[in-house]
């Protein structure tokens, strides 16, 4: 069994920081793609940012040099400090992270609400 916990996200003003961290624990071999996806309400879920176990780092367009995506793999652990945070940034961030146990598997965390109030 594999659970994915998400943390970090909370309140805060535009402009201000907040850091997301997502663990994975459980019967894991490896760890292969991460990523953090984000829902705002009415809206489908979207990618925000991806990494792969070499480092390999995507973004989407609108986070571009205000988020970092980073992963401690022997940690099993995904971060993302996300800084000059927008309005526009409220959402539900979940982590997403593809295991190997041997089989290969896609798992969702419970997610973790970011609000950024004006």
């Known amino acids: 069994q594999v659970q994915v916990v998400e943390s970090g996200g909370g309140l805060v003003q535009a402009g201000g920081s907040l850091r997301l961290s997502c663990a994975a624990s459980?019967?894991?071999?490896?760890?292969?793609?991460m990523a953090w996806y984000s829902q705002a309400p009415g809206k489908q879920r979207e990618l925000v940012a991806g990494?792969?176990?070499?480092?390999?780092?995507n973004y989407a367009d609108s986070v571009k040099g205000r988020f970092t995506i980073s992963r401690d793999n022997a940690k099993n652990t995904l971060y993302l400090p996300m800084n000059s945070l927008k309005t526009e940034d409220t959402a539900v961030y979940y982590c997403?992270?593809?295991?190997?146990?041997?089989?290969?598997?896609?798992?969702w965390g419970q997610g973790t609400q970011v609000t950024v109030s004006s």
């Open positions: 997403n992270v593809v295991i190997v146990n041997p089989l290969v598997g896609n798992y």
């Open positions: 459980g019967n894991i071999f490896s760890i292969n793609a």
């Open positions: 990494i792969t176990r070499g480092s390999t780092t």
